[in-house]
């Protein structure tokens, strides 16, 4: 072979060109083997569960260490086809996989996110759905629900009402996968408006529901976060293109202002598992006909990229005790910016905070010692892929590590039940103004 050969093969991709229809299950798991086989030292395909009927809820993972976390690399999902009946998020999941792991090594910006993030793609975590649709339609189908006909994004614990449903197979092995990894950022793609929504989608009158909102101790960084999908989705951003006289100004919304959703996914996410996650509205038709694919992916892959990136916003670090021992379970939060369930150190002893910049006063606290409290300042940009990183060093007397976690865990119960009427969270964020001033001039 000769030496223009043997280029040409090193710069042809290692999987054929996906095409732009529908995959099922038998189709979208052949891909995700044949990425898995032939990416194999930056992908890791496994699956988190089953659903009722059987089917692999499948999770490609994408990272410089896709098998296992690494210490300071924070943990990114994307989840999609929640209700089977909402399909362009699955194809554009499929279509992101192949992008990322085709120009590693070739674009710098994918390599350093590669090098970076793990990135958790889940495609389908409603298989079943998916494959009960006989008549696909733009407004609903038959497989919206499980198999056993539950909303899965209906079917969560959740903080502000009990929800008392049967918890599904799908939801359960969700909820299982959250604790085994320390996810610091998400998104679940859904269809049939166009759309950034935040939390929360549930509330009480301490979150604002007075004021026809309901908003969480971030909202300034969770408006941020749907602001930088939203800007970047040509047709997301003006607010006012589907045919159902709703507006979004610049395509973003609160989820409660919406409409109000009890057991919702991203509320969950954000309150039990220390994620922040946004749910993405992507066409104004479910289950639109598939030669529109390409202009989905072409509106949606500047979005999806940028989206990923914002995982290495704010501040991350190590708490260590005297003895330079990670000490796990311990609270660490923003000073007037505290959860109702605390976020707390991982096993490794890490933290991760998404925070724009600015500057704060971390509060550490460790079980039966005084708060340590350490301020930090966010620079304007992002240090190469990085968050800040600010390890933070206890001097406690004795190990915090056999803490029992029931001891620590918060019940997954209507937490926000008794709250006062009045909180911070009511007040609406000035900041974002500065925020999208700062996004529209860079």
Known sequence: ??????????????????????????????????????????????????????????????????????????????????HGDETVGRELLLHLIEHLVTHDGRDPEITNLINSTRIHIMPSMNPDGFEAVQKPDCYYSE?????????????????????????????????????????????????????????????VPATGTLHSRSLTPDDDVFQYLAHTYASRNPNMKKGDQCKNNIKFPNGVTNGYSWYPL?????????IWAQCLEITLELSCCKYPREEKLPLFWNDNKASLMEYIK????????????????????????????THICPYRTNRFGEYYLLLLPG?????????????????????????????????????????????PVSSLSCPMVPLYRNLPSRSAATKPSLFFLVTVLHISLK
């Open 310 to 337: 914002q995982v290495h916003i704010g501040v991350k670090g190590q708490v260590f005790d005297h003895y330079r021992k990670p000490l796990p379970n311990v609270i660490v939060e923003v000073v007037d910016r």
């Open 143 to 203: 497989g919206r629900e499980n198999y056993n006909h539950y909303d899965l994004n209906r079917n969560f614990p959740d903080a502000f009402e009990f929800n008392n449903v049967s918890r599904q197979p799908e939801t359960e092995a969700v909820m299982k996968w959250l604790k085994t990894e320390t996810f610091v950022l998400s998104a679940n793609l859904h269809g049939g408006a166009l759309v950034a929504s935040y939390p929360f989608d549930n509330g």
């Open 359 to 403: 500057s704060y006063v971390i509060n550490v606290t460790a079980p039966g010692h005084e708060p340590h409290l350490t301020k930090v300042t966010i620079p304007e940009k992002s240090q190469n892929f990085s968050a800040l990183r600010k390890d933070i060093l206890l001097s406690v007397g004795r190990h915090l590590d056999h803490v």
């Open 1 to 82: 072979m000769d030496l223009a050969r043997l280029w040409v093969g090193l710069l042809l991709p290692l999987v054929a060109a996906l095409d732009f229809s529908y995959h099922h299950q038998e189709a979208m798991e052949a891909f995700l083997k044949t990425v898995a086989q032939s990416y194999s030292s930056i992908t890791h395909l496994h699956s988190i569960g089953k659903s009722v009927k059987g089917r692999n809820l499948w999770v490609l993972v994408v990272g410089r260490s896709p098998k296992e976390h690494r210490i300071g690399t924070p943990e990114f999902k994307y989840v999609a086809n929640m």
């Open 262 to 270: 009890l057991g919702g996914m991203q509320d969950y996410n954000y």
